[in-house]
């Protein structure tokens, strides 16, 4: 069974930035694309931006604007999320999961708070 283990999130000003990590294990990491998932109080998780195997075709979602990366590295079992130009509105709970998801567990994800 998949586990996913995410880290990274804290409290920063609007303008700030942040990096998200996701380590992964119970599967062969390398094999499966990877999506950022986020979730703010009261709404429904979407999808932030997800990547391929081999970390060369990243995928964002509208909102992300640019102002976000996600890159993997396979070596490591590990997805990264780099949030730059942090706005109030980017607050929420990131989770990782397979891409595309196949109702594998959610990990606790890792809270990201944008307040002046």
């Known amino acids: 069974q998949a586990q996913f283990v995410e880290s990274g999130g804290g409290l920063v000003r609007p303008g700030g930035s942040l990096r998200l990590s996701c380590t992964a294990s119970?599967?062969?990491?390398?094999?499966?694309?990877m999506t950022w998932y986020r979730q703010a109080p009261g709404k429904a998780r979407k999808v932030v931006a997800n990547?391929?195997?081999?970390?060369?075709?990243?995928i964002y979602a509208d909102f992300v604007k640019g102002r976000f990366t996600i890159s993997r590295d396979n070596a490591k079992n590990t997805l990264y999320l780099q949030l730059n130009n942090l706005e109030p509105e980017d607050t929420a709970r990131y989770y990782c999961?397979?891409?595309?998801?196949?109702?594998?567990?959610w990990g606790q994800g890792t809270q990201v708070t944008v307040s002046s």
């Open positions: 999961n397979k891409s595309p998801y196949d109702f594998e567990p």
């Open positions: 990547i391929n195997t081999v970390g060369t075709i990243p």
């Open positions: 119970g599967f062969d990491f390398r094999a499966y694309g």
